[in-house]
């Protein structure tokens, strides 16, 4: 099976084109296929493009434990440029359909640069289940016990799922920590992707990422989306927030009712080929 391996900023999706694949492989193949040392490795496989009665394109998003996606920016960035680089788009923007709704994609600068109108945050929980008090406007930030600490987080959904824990210092090995604990808390039955964020200044945040179904991250285009919509809903930030990441940065723009425009790179890596071969290696527990 062809699969065409991208990265957008150290998140790396492998493609798989329909046109190569009737279906997608099943959750345990995903897994495996995702796996860094008993398959080809990534953040997630991107199924696609698919036809669509509502947009140019559809797509799935699934992530490397198996689980669907609603909504994933780097993957959205690096399926515009597979597009690209396979010649079904050239500047022109286009729309995709995904489980989180249909976003706008716009390629410039020979593929360098990608922006992608991601749609509006929300932070009234509607579609994210969240047990609990009702979230909206008015009791926006909530306290969450974790590992045995209770730290006040901000739910937001563009799409998909997104817990926002705001701190003066925040690290690599606390998102490993708390991320894994906030993932699955009770309070988020549908699980949560959650990102730790330290305001540098009004037009600069930095994030830590633990991702929903994918564990830590280098970067997210969907968590760079949500936390600069918290840094600019409470107060810390303006409307163009440069996000710096571990694996680099992203521009995002905040529009009315908060509509995102994110902007940044994707960067290809491979064409590879994997074998069924890897499906029935026993992997010892
Ligand atoms: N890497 C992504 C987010 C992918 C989906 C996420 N793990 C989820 O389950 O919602 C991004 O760049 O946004």
Request: charged residues 20%; hydrophobic residues 40%.
């Amino acid at each position: 099976m062809n699969y065409a391996k991208y990265h957008a900023l150290g998140n790396d999706y492998l493609v798989l084109d329909p046109k190569d694949a009737n279906e997608l492989p099943d959750k345990d193949a995903i897994v495996r296929i995702c796996h860094r040392n008993f398959g080809l490795g990534s953040d997630g496989i991107l199924y696609g493009p698919l036809e669509s009665d509502k947009a140019d394109f559809g797509l799935r998003i699934m992530n490397p434990d198996g689980s669907e996606a609603e909504k994933s920016g780097n993957g959205l960035r690096i399926f515009a440029r597979y597009l690209y680089d396979t010649g079904a788009v050239k500047n022109e923007a286009f729309s995709v359909d995904t489980l989180g709704g249909i976003v706008t994609c716009k390629i410039a600068d020979n593929a360098e640069s990608i922006t992608v109108d991601m749609g509006k945050v929300s932070f009234a929980m509607n579609h994210i289940p969240v047990d609990g008090p009702e979230q909206s406007d008015h009791n926006f930030g909530q306290p969450l016990s974790f590992n045995g600490k209770t730290q006040t987080v901000y739910v937001a959904d563009i799409g998909n799922p997104h817990c926002v824990v705001v701190q003066d210092e925040i690290s690599a090995q606390q998102a490993h920590q708390d991320g894994a604990k906030i993932e699955v808390h009770e309070a988020f039955p549908n699980r949560t992707n959650v990102q730790f964020l330290k305001v540098i200044d009004r037009n600069n945040i930095q994030i830590e990422i633990w991702e929903r179904g994918a564990g830590y991250t280098l970067a997210s285009g969907s968590s760079s989306s949500a936390a600069a919509a918290v840094a600019h809903r409470i107060g810390l930030c303006d409307r163009d927030i440069t996000v710096h990441m571990p694996g680099g940065q992203i521009a995002i723009h905040i529009g009315d009712d908060f509509a995102i425009r994110m902007t940044g790179p994707a960067t290809r890596v491979a064409n590879m080929q994997f074998d069924e071969e890897a499906l029935s290696f026993k992997v010892e527990a």
